[in-house]
């Protein structure tokens, strides 16, 4: 069976700078702290998506918090950007991709490594009710794009965008957080 641990360990340790191997190799329940700049899509669906989602309000600074808990299947990430948050859960499969689940929705990642940065490159999108997929062609499926870029040895700068089709940009948002939190933890 393969492995989020090991996958994120092999990604994460093996190759790429100090700050981005313990982001990736510290797997007790951990939270990381920083600040980043949340933004919304121009278009008024987008606004109105994002507020009926209740995505993170739009902001030019907000404290992040980011809490990994290790659960049996997986690991649950809460992001907290200010008072909204985002949950989302991710695992491995023996795909060799990073799955990654908010409601309905799951997409799947192939993590690669350039230049010292850790790139999240999305390879499909599916609706997950119970235990029955379907995998939405790309046309129709939401786009993430993300990547993790040490900013020193102790900072990682983080990016992530999200578009929809028909919408465009629905969020996106980028900022640093501290490596020293992962580290204390390891």
Same mark, same amino acid.
């Given at each position: 069976? =393969? !492995?989020?641990?090991?996958?994120?360990?092999?990604?994460? !340790?093996?190759? @790429?700078?100090?700050?981005?191997?313990?982001?990736?190799?510290?797997?007790? +329940?951990?939270?990381?702290? @920083?600040?980043?700049?949340?933004?919304? @899509?121009?278009?008024?669906?987008?606004?109105? $998506?994002?507020? $009926? &989602?209740?995505?993170?309000?739009?902001?030019? !600074?907000?404290?992040?918090?980011?809490?990994?808990?290790?659960?049996?299947?997986?690991? +649950?990430?809460?992001?907290?950007?200010?008072?909204?948050?985002?949950?989302?859960?991710?695992? @491995?499969?023996?795909?060799?991709? &990073?799955?990654?689940?908010?409601?309905?929705?799951?997409?799947? =990642?192939?993590?690669? $490594?350039?230049?010292?940065?850790?790139?999240?490159?999305?390879?499909?999108?599916?609706?997950?009710?119970?235990?029955?997929? $379907?995998?939405?062609?790309?046309?129709?499926?939401?786009?993430? =794009?993300?990547?993790?870029?040490?900013?020193?040895?102790?900072?990682?700068?983080?990016?992530?965008?999200?578009? &929809?089709?028909?919408?465009?940009?629905? &969020?996106?948002?980028?900022?640093?957080?501290?490596?020293?939190?992962?580290?204390?933890?390891?």
């Amino acid at each position: 069976m =393969f !492995s989020m641990k090991s996958s994120r360990a092999k990604t994460g !340790s093996a190759f @790429g700078p100090a700050c981005v191997r313990r982001l990736h190799t510290t797997f007790n +329940t951990k939270t990381i702290h @920083g600040r980043f700049e949340v933004r919304h @899509g121009r278009r008024r669906a987008a606004k109105q $998506l994002a507020r $009926l &989602l209740r995505l993170p309000a739009e902001a030019g !600074s907000v404290d992040i918090t980011l809490t990994v808990e290790q659960r049996e299947q997986g690991e +649950t990430w809460t992001r907290r950007f200010g008072e909204a948050k985002i949950v989302t859960t991710q695992w @491995g499969d023996e795909d060799r991709l &990073l799955h990654e689940r908010v409601g309905m929705i799951e997409l799947r =990642f192939k993590l690669e $490594l350039e230049e010292g940065c850790l790139i999240y490159r999305q390879r499909n999108a599916a609706v997950r009710i119970g235990g029955w997929s $379907l995998d939405l062609p790309r046309w129709l499926a939401p786009q993430v =794009f993300a990547i993790e870029r040490p900013s020193d040895a102790e900072v990682v700068s983080i990016s992530v965008e999200v578009t &929809l089709p028909c919408v465009g940009l629905l &969020l996106a948002y980028r900022g640093e957080v501290s490596c020293r939190t992962a580290e204390a933890l390891s």
